[in-house]
């Protein structure tokens, strides 16, 4: 059964996934061992600017180009940000986009570091998914992770996820996808605010919605700890395995805690900052 | 500021950090002491360590275990899957010790995190 991760890129004006995407595949290739699959709609970018993107990259789906009217802000720390668009909604078509039968679907902003992932194949289940994270930062309660909406269900994690293709599999994701047609009147029922599509919410809608509007274990989680960054918090040092962070004082806006991680899989929420690093771990590629 | 204010928030500072870099540690121990097999996962604990051992202090040579999520799970040779809990009990705790001591000495943020 063929197995391997699936990425997908879509560059805005001022933030480049696809050398997210290059870098990704870098660290999965070091710690998985995987093929690795780049879904993007810009592949003469990816070729001309990451020449040597094949060492990593294994196959490349062609995606078609369309411009969004979805505006995200994206920090770059507590005090910068820059409104940019925000295309996420080829991830609800990843079932017909994967060529492989186990799939490992990734945010390409996601640091893989060990191989505590490879034992998702082992699992026996259709689909897994984070259910919990843990913040590089203590001091932080971020209830918009916990809760689609204040009153409304439990968020899952579309940042990382396995499915097999199967019956129930393919199911989900019609399900994820009829969500993603409906998303203004879904966004309604499910008390969600910002009109933005987010796959965390489709996905956790889904979840919901499959489960008999109850919560459930159905889906278990993916092994591993999920660790995770806010894009208030800087990532200043990646070296091997190990990275750096100045992680945001809530208490005394503008300040920071150091943090430092070893062998961890984390979550980079700045992207800003994630590309500094990129480029420096790329220059001599 | 006032000197001794300035030192207190200097040691709050360093001491915040160094809780995060335990807790950072501990999260990872907890990670990796964890055991797959046949589509189950495992926690290692002092618990799961105890009661396989009592299966086979009393003869028992395969068992039916509750895993994490609460998986029935066929345990076909208990003995090498003792021997397995117990090598990655042991491993993990050695790490974890001589990572703790190694951030137990150090006495500044800087030396923490190795600026």
């Given amino acids: ?285 | 500021m006032d000197a001794r204010l300035e030192k207190a928030l200097e040691f709050s500072n360093y001491m915040a950090t160094l809780n995060n870099q335990r807790r950072i540690l501990h999260e990872k121990f907890i990670e990796n002491s964890v055991h797959y097999l046949n589509g189950g996962k495992f926690s290692v604990d002092r618990e799961l360590i105890n009661f396989c051992s009592t299966l086979k202090q009393n003869d028992q040579t395969s068992a039916i275990l509750i895993d994490d999520n609460n998986t029935p799970v066929e345990i076909e040779d208990l003995d090498k899957f003792l021997d397995d809990i117990l090598d990655i009990y042991f491993t993990n705790t050695y790490e974890y010790l001589n990572q703790y001591n190694e951030i137990k000495n150090k006495r500044s943020v800087k030396d923490l995190i190795d600026l």
């Avoid at chain 1, 770059?76 to 409104?83: E, R, T, V």
């Fill in chain 1, 1 to 285: 059964m063929s197995r391997g991760v699936l990425l997908i890129a879509s560059n805005n004006e001022q933030i480049d996934y696809i050398k997210q995407a290059v870098f990704c595949a870098k660290q999965i290739k070091a710690h998985l061992g995987l093929d690795v699959c780049l879904a993007t709609d810009n592949v003469k970018y990816l070729e001309t600017a990451y020449p040597f993107y094949k060492s990593y990259i294994d196959q490349i789906v062609e995606l078609e180009y369309y411009n969004t009217s979805q505006i995200k802000t994206y920090h770059d720390g507590i005090y910068a940000q820059k409104k940019l668009p925000w295309k996420n909604h080829y991830r609800v078509k990843c079932y017909n986009l994967t060529p492989y039968e186990e799939t490992i679907v990734m945010d390409t902003d996601f640091i893989v570091n060990n191989d505590v992932l490879l034992n998702c194949f082992d699992y026996n289940e259709d689909f897994l998914i984070y259910k919990s994270y843990k913040d590089l930062n203590p001091n932080r309660v971020e209830h918009s992770f916990e809760k689609v909406s204040d009153r409304s269900i439990d968020m899952v994690w579309a940042t990382v996820f396995y499915f097999k293709k199967s019956k129930l599999s393919e199911f989900y994701f019609d399900l994820v996808n009829h969500i993603y047609d409906n998303w203004s009147y879904y966004r309604l029922i499910y008390q969600i605010p910002n009109v933005n599509f987010r796959n965390d919410y489709a996905f956790s809608i889904a979840i919901h919605i499959l489960n008999g509007f109850q919560r459930a274990d159905w889906p278990k989680n993916l092994p591993g700890n999920f660790w995770t960054t806010t894009d208030a918090d800087i990532l200043y040092e990646y070296k091997d395995t190990s990275m750096k962070f100045l992680l945001e004082n809530t208490q005394d806006r503008g300040q920071f805690y150091a943090g430092k991680i070893l062998d961890g899989n984390v979550h980079v929420m700045n992207k800003f900052s994630l590309n500094r690093i990129i480029d420096e771990v790329l220059v001599n590629e």
